[in-house]
């Protein structure tokens, strides 16, 4: 049984969009490594932009920059 654990920062992925990235994930395991679909869980966390570093700075302040 299959986990995969998406993590994402909480920037406007829709629903339509995590959809396609379970099913992706999904597909991928079948496919690759012949996992049942039906047994493979897959989460996405989303996470605040406060929550997440990159480089040992925080995202919502690289974001500000990016503007």
Do not use: F, S
Not at 33 to 51: C, G, H, R, S
């Amino acid at each position: 049984m299959p986990y995969v654990n998406i993590k994402i920062t909480n920037e406007g992925a829709t629903a339509e969009q995590k959809a396609e990235l379970i099913q992706g994930v999904t597909e991928l395991l079948q496919t690759t490594l012949n996992k049942n679909p039906a047994t493979t869980v897959v989460v996405i966390d989303e996470v605040e932009t406060d929550n997440w570093g990159i480089g040992g700075e925080v995202v919502t302040e690289i974001r500000k920059r990016a503007k």
